[in-house]
T-cell receptor, first 117, second 112 residues
Framework: AQTVTQSQPEMSVQEAETVTLSCTYD???????LFWYKQPPSRQMILVIR??????QNATENRFSVNFQKAAKSFSLKISDSQLGDAAMYFC??????????????FGKGTKLSVIP | DSGVTQTPKHLITATGQRVTLRCSPR?????VYWYQQSLDQGLQFLIQ???????AKGNILERFSAQQFPDLHSELNLSSLELGDSALYFC???????????FGQGTRLTVV
């Protein structure tokens, strides 16, 4: 079974600075997808970014980028120019190609990010 | 707004009771997933449906069941409720089984 580990339960960053959230995963599969989801106090799960394992290029979405190291099974999220609205729980998630069409997400425990004005 | 609608937003019920949580997926999405988020277990996958058929089961208790109807909305039925079932229940949907899932706002269930 796949596992996802987020080793930083809490982190903080100054507004306008850069922060990196860590995520490692364990899998024996070669094809899979990785995601970062954000959960603000409103509790909505919001997709931040997605990475396909077969792509060597790291995904980027505006101020959010990832550092995907397939051999090391590492998938960190970098948030640049942090804003107050970035304060939230961040979840790393793994999705396999699944057998017989199952595509469930396996989540890490989350990292609570605080942004200091 | 993700386009996934869950009702009700909050639910308070007593132990031993039965409740039904409802999910309307995004327009055009055929796949529906249910997840449970609790303090001790984190986010756990419960069950997936695709176009009315069950596709995968995760850590779903026998007291829980789900279905997806012809109009593609889904319901999660929780029975013989226990205090430990108190959690946030999310529904997510995707166009196909392999595409990115978008989440609803969740139903907060409190069992007293």
């Amino acid at each position: 079974a796949q596992t996802v580990t987020q080793s930083q339960p809490e982190m903080s960053v100054q507004e306008a600075e850069t922060v990196t959230l860590s995520c490692t995963y364990d899998t024996s599969e070669s094809d899979y997808y990785l995601f970062w989801y954000k959960q603000p106090p409103s509790r909505q799960m919001i997709l931040v970014i997605r990475q396909e394992a077969y792509k060597q290029q790291n995904a980027t979405e505006n101020r959010f980028s990832v550092n995907f190291q397939k051999a090391a099974k590492s998938f960190s999220l970098k948030i640049s120019d942090s804003q107050l609205g970035d304060a939230a729980m961040y979840f790393c998630a793994y999705r396999s190609e699944g057998r017989a069409g199952s595509y469930q997400l396996t989540f890490g425990k989350g990292t609570k990010l605080s942004v200091i004005p | 707004d993700s386009g996934v609608t869950q009702t009700p937003k909050h639910l308070i019920t007593a132990t031993g009771q039965r409740v039904t949580l409802r999910c309307s997926p995004r327009s055009g999405d055929l796949s529906v997933y249910w997840y449970q988020q609790s303090l001790d277990q984190g986010l756990q996958f419960l069950i997936q449906y695709y176009n009315g058929e069950e596709r995968a089961k995760g850590n779903i208790l026998e007291r829980f069941s789900a279905q997806q109807f012809p109009d593609l909305h889904s319901e999660l039925n929780l029975s013989s409720l226990e205090l430990g079932d108190s959690a946030l229940y999310f529904c997510a949907s995707s166009v196909a089984s392999g595409s990115t899932a978008f989440f609803g706002q969740g139903t907060r269930l409190t069992v007293v």
